[in-house]
């Protein structure tokens, strides 16, 4: 069993609906948890961060982390064409100064 | 959100040749920097994490005579790929933390083509 696991998809939506991006992990003891969106030929850029279990939410976007059942959720809201990208899951122990775990990252597509 | 630069953004080179990538954390100080490749539609791949002033540490299969990391300060960081071979192609991307903060934030990559 991989460390985390994330639906590669691709997932395909019509502008406007509610996106719902998951991954689990097998490790209890990730704390930190990002998410990225990835454009093609870009570098990763961080959408959210969080540290405890529970909601973030910050503009469309809402990360949620459920240690009990080892699962974390990035819900965009009102999706845009733009928001078409693949976006990653990633978590660990420590913090910044230790390298990520990544999920595979799911191929979203907002169609106008 | 932080930012991380990478030069250059795209460079073609000669099979045998070294080519160096440079990464910049602008307005932090990176104590921390991580090299990563990816290939088309695939996830990253870490290569080596860096510690300001210390040596770099690789992971598994990664040889570091061919990938030479220098992380010389705490807002710069150098990838360097020696005796470059067509198979070195790839996507390199870096990231850095820092500043006592537990996010981390990616450079734009570098496309690297070996003719």
């Known amino acids: 069993q991989k460390e985390v696991e994330q639906d590669p998809g691709p997932l395909s939506v019509p502008e406007g609906a509610i996106v719902s991006l998951n991954c689990t992990y097998s490790n209890s003891a990730f704390q930190y948890f990002m998410w990225y969106r990835q454009y093609s030929r870009k570098g990763p850029e961080l959408l959210m961060y969080t540290y405890s279990s529970g909601n973030k939410e910050d503009g469309r976007f809402t990360a949620q982390v459920d240690k009990s059942s080892k699962y974390i959720s990035l819900f965009i809201r009102d999706s845009q064409p733009s928001d078409s990208a693949t976006y990653l899951c990633?978590?660990?122990?420590?913090?910044?100064?230790?390298?990520?775990?990544f999920g595979k990252g799911t191929k979203l597509t907002v169609n106008p | 959100g932080a930012v991380v630069s990478q030069h250059p953004s795209r460079v073609i080179c000669k099979s045998g040749t070294s080519v160096k990538i440079e990464c910049r954390s602008l307005d932090f100080q990176a104590t921390t920097m991580f090299w990563y490749r990816q290939f088309p539609k695939q996830s990253l791949m870490l290569m080596a994490t860096?510690?300001?002033?210390?040596?770099?540490?690789?992971e598994q299969g990664v040889e570091k005579d061919k990938f030479l990391i220098n992380h010389a300060s705490l807002t710069l960081s150098t990838l360097t790929v020696t005796s470059a071979h067509p198979e070195d192609s790839s996507f390199y991307i870096c990231?850095?933390?820092?500043?006592?903060?537990?996010?981390?934030?990616f450079g734009p990559g570098t496309r690297l083509t070996v003719t």
């Open positions: 860096s510690n300001e002033g210390s040596k770099a540490t690789y």
């Open positions: 990231s850095a933390s820092g500043d006592g903060g537990h996010e981390q934030y």
């Open positions: 990633a978590m660990n122990v420590q913090g910044g100064s230790e390298k990520l775990v």
